[in-house]
Nanobody
Framework: VQLQAYGGGLVQAGEYLRLSCVAS????????MGWYRQVPGKERELVAT???????NYSDSVKGRFTISRDSDKKTVDLRMTSLKPEDTAVYYC????????????????WGQGTQVTVSS
């Protein structure tokens, strides 16, 4: 299973970015999907998650500015980021819980490679 994230870049404060992540490989079903971010010297933190049923959860710092969505058929999860702030600067990682096959009910957790988002003031 591989997660490929893309869409990061350098923008100015107040602008918009969209991150996308696609899962590929041996996948029977996908449970929760999410985005996390990390800055040097700090722990990785949750940005947003979305369940297979579409329920979403956001960190307080991005609530109202970021929107997470998913396309289960395409095995993708998107993060639309508006009104970006310099403090949103980080490496963003997608994360997925999935079942690789139909005979094992255990959920496996996978991380994407990370994509850099830089917001200048």
């Amino acid at each position: 299973v591989q997660l490929q994230a893309y869409g990061g870049g350098l923008v100015q404060a107040g602008e918009y970015l969209r991150l996308s992540c696609v899962a590929s490989g041996s996948i029977f079903s996908i449970n929760a999907m999410g985005w996390y971010r990390q800055v040097p010297g700090k722990e990785r933190e949750l940005v947003a998650t979305i369940t297979s049923g579409g329920s979403t959860n956001y960190s307080d710092s991005v609530k109202g500015r970021f929107t997470i969505s998913r396309d289960s058929d395409k095995k993708t999860v998107d993060l639309r980021m508006t009104s970006l702030k310099p403090e949103d600067t980080a490496v963003y990682y997608c994360n997925v819980y999935l079942r690789p096959n139909g005979w094992n009910t255990q959920l496996m957790n996978y991380w994407g490679q990370g994509t850099q988002v830089t917001v200048s003031s």
